[in-house]
């Protein structure tokens, strides 16, 4: 079995698990989301940190737009490399990292855009001693979680650099990861999203990440050959003046 096949056999096979157990133990308003939801309530069903600066400008506002900012960091790095030598090696990477995460945002959006969920905050009625969850899915247009998207996506860098970079591609993996769920759980603080929906929305940016990964496998393979001799070449030219 070759290293993409083994690798793409293991995906296949943690979503696969992943699905199941979201399925079973995380269906969307489930009573996992309601019990993990109801902390951030107050006793007639609002959410006391809706307006939080922190949650609400903070981490809705500008974490969002600093990893904008990195992402168009990149897409101009992949223009450069069009027109600057240094950059050319290294396209393919900036390519393949930008393009992918904004297809992993974009359908993130198209299935929120379709979707009959409503956010938390808008499913609640007050009543005289307390309040009642009205779970009625009408046009709400809210799963799954957009924001946590722009996190999630950052793991992208994991599958542009696991064969060249193992390192690098952990680092991505983790941030992305820890972005995307920190991001979701700010939403779900303020009544933004349960929790399903961006556990959910972290499943489906790896699934389109694992999906194109293995259609641009041997891009990416050949991307690792070249960076690699690229590398020792750079070695072998630093240490040509030492050993005169």
Known sequence: MTDQQR???IQACLLFFCFAVLWVFFPVGGALDLSLIEPWMNKTGEFPLRNDWSLA???HSWV?????GAYIIIFIKWIASFKYQPLKARRFEFGYFFWVAML???VVGLLKSQSAHACPWSMTASLPHGFLWVLKNENGHCFPGGHASTGFAFMTGYFAYRLSH???AYFFLCSGFILGFAMGWAQMMRGAHFLSH???TAWIVWLVNVVFYGIFYQRISQ???NSVHTDQQKNAAALQP???
Do not use: G, M, S
């Open 7 to 9: 690798f793409l056999f």
């Open 57 to 59: 400008v903070l981490n």
């Open 64 to 68: 969002k737009n600093v990893l904008i």
């Open 104 to 106: 992993c945002t974009a």
């Open 166 to 168: 193992p390192k690098r």
């Open 198 to 200: 961006n556990l959910w």
């Open 223 to 225: 991307y690792r050959h």
């Open 242 to 244: 030492n050993l005169k």
